[in-house]
């Protein structure tokens, strides 16, 4: 596709659920990243992708969040044992943004929102 | 960490009106970029600047990138109502592609 792909668009689970999203970066570039939005706030950085490695977790919250990129391309955000405090809007970009750049535009998906009951 | 403040969180303006918002930090940063979100999507970039004291224009936006490389604004010149929406700024540094996004101001232009 033209953009960033991001599925599901609106995701409801219960607290204690597994949670996969889904993120279908542009098509050639290199970089992936994944943040989390609250309402009204700017976006958290959680994780960045360079080809299929994970170049930075630094923002991930705890050992219940894991991505991958396992071709480089497409990535999966995995969420276990949900809480209520995991709900937000989470968005993936994606950029041709070099490694050691620090330039490129990042292209965002609409992003996912989980609501965790 | 380096955080990102911006200010104001909050702006309502009549059409027509000019306003500035500030994006401000403690630490440097090599590039700052601001980007524009409307509800239900995902934030778009504006501009990139890069030189301490840069001035970018965009139409009726013109961008500043501070001497020391740790703050930024955005003024807006008679503003419209197709300019509402999240306005944010985000900085990284060389060698870490990390973009920091800044707490976020939310614009509303009343017609």
């Known amino acids: 596709g033209a953009g960033v792909s991001q599925t599901p668009s609106n995701k409801v689970t219960e607290k204690g659920k597994y949670v996969e999203l889904r993120c279908d970066p542009i098509s050639g570039h290199t970089a992936l990243y994944w943040y989390r939005q609250s309402l009204g706030q700017g976006p958290e950085f959680l994780i960045y992708f360079q080809g299929t490695g994970a170049a930075d977790d630094s923002g991930l919250p705890n050992d219940r969040f894991f991505a991958v990129r396992p071709e480089g391309s497409v990535s999966t955000l995995k969420i276990q044992r949900t809480e209520r405090g995991d709900s937000a809007v989470y968005l993936c970009?994606?950029?041709?943004?070099?490694?050691?750049?620090?330039?490129?535009?990042?292209?965002f998906g609409e992003g996912s929102r989980l609501t965790v009951l | 960490t380096q955080l990102l403040e911006q200010s104001p969180q909050f702006l309502s303006i009549q059409e027509g009106e000019n306003l500035t918002v500030y994006c401000n930090s403690s630490?440097?940063?090599?590039?700052l970029q601001w980007y524009r979100q409307e509800p239900g999507e995902g934030p778009v970039l504006l501009v990139t600047?890069?030189?301490?004291?840069e001035v970018k224009k965009l139409k009726r936006l013109t961008f500043q990138f501070g001497d020391a490389r740790k703050d930024s604004s955005l003024h807006i010149t008679a503003a419209q109502p197709g300019d509402t929406g999240l306005y944010l700024c985000?900085?990284?540094?060389?060698?870490?592609?990390?973009?920091?996004f800044g707490t976020g101001t939310r614009l509303t232009i009343i017609p």
């Open positions: 970009a994606s950029s041709s943004r070099l490694a050691d750049s620090n330039t490129g535009e990042l292209f």
């Open positions: 630490s440097v940063f090599s590039s």
């Open positions: 985000a900085g990284s540094n060389f060698g870490n592609e990390k973009l920091t």
């Open positions: 600047v890069v030189t301490g004291g």
